[in-house]
């Protein structure tokens, strides 16, 4: 299946521009499923509530959602967008996923990072980051979700063969503890990163880039580096991610069954 990311540096506070360059970028990917950063349609600094109210809009009653949808329709290629949802007047940090037959679902950042707390709520449900396609299982996730290894175990327990994780990453270790949770969990991740730099008050970002699709065995098969906006997409074996052996003696779900807090391993086969 031929899946990928797509790095960029979002605009600023530029809703309608963003969403352009998207939507261009989803029409000439050629990918089955295309993965965008978090905050892809705004950017990542909130300085206000308006900054939000300009730049957030809602699943799946705007224009903004009808105009994704029909080039994800168009292109048949599944979308994976980080966004700004207003949600019953509350703002969440956001990851949409478009299906071409039109189904679509939004994932809620679970756990925010740093002054993300000022604006957003927190999502309580990581299963809503789970989809199905082409006979696989896809668990979303935004950036700092990195942090709870839980979440990770938990989708894969869940039965999912990627990850997906939209990303504006600005701590240096995520990259390499995707790359470990590739292998302890024998699961693909996908991590689309931002690049660029973002200032407010005393607070400076800078966004690392380093977007990567790393295997089970935790062989790197896409790497960007941190100052380019750039597109890729890899043609990948899915179900190699259904092995988890490690070797004739051990099978991780097998040997994680003997540790009682994982009760969803009842269920695997
Ligand atoms: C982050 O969660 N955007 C660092």
Not at 19 to 48: M, Q
Not at 145 to 170: S, T
């Amino acid at each position: 299946m031929r899946i990928g990311f797509y790095q960029l540096k979002p605009l600023h506070g530029e809703k309608e521009k963003n969403l352009e360059i998207i939507k261009e970028v989803i029409r000439k990917s050629r990918a089955e499923i295309l993965v965008f950063p978090e905050l892809a349609t705004s950017g990542y600094l909130v300085p206000d509530r308006e900054f939000l109210e300009k730049n957030s809009f809602s699943v799946p009653d705007s224009r903004e959602f009808e105009d994704l949808l029909k080039v994800v329709r168009s292109t048949g290629t599944v979308s994976v967008i980080g966004f700004p949802e207003k949600f019953n007047e509350r703002f969440y940090n956001s990851a949409l996923y478009i299906l071409p037959d039109g189904s679509f679902g939004v994932y809620r950042k679970v756990h925010l990072f740093y002054k993300e707390k000022l604006y957003f709520e927190g999502g309580d449900s990581v299963e809503s980051g789970i989809f199905e396609y082409g006979g696989f299982k896809f668990g979303v996730m935004i950036c700092f979700d990195w942090f709870f290894p839980e979440q990770v175990r938990y989708l894969v327990l869940k039965g999912v063969n990627m990850i997906l994780h939209c990303a504006n990453l600005v701590l240096p270790w995520s990259q390499r503890a995707m790359r470990i949770y590739s292998v302890i969990n024998r699961v693909f991740t996908l991590t689309s990163n931002r690049i660029g730099e973002e200032r407010y008050k005393d607070d400076v970002y800078v966004f690392t880039g380093k977007s990567q699709i790393v295997s089970p065995s935790g062989k790197i098969l896409a790497r960007a580096n941190s100052k380019s906006e750039v597109l890729r997409v890899k043609d990948l074996d899915l179900s190699e991610s259904y092995n988890k052996n490690i070797n004739e003696f051990n099978n991780i779900f097998e040997d994680l069954k003997r540790f009682y807090p994982y009760k969803e391993l009842k269920d695997w086969k």
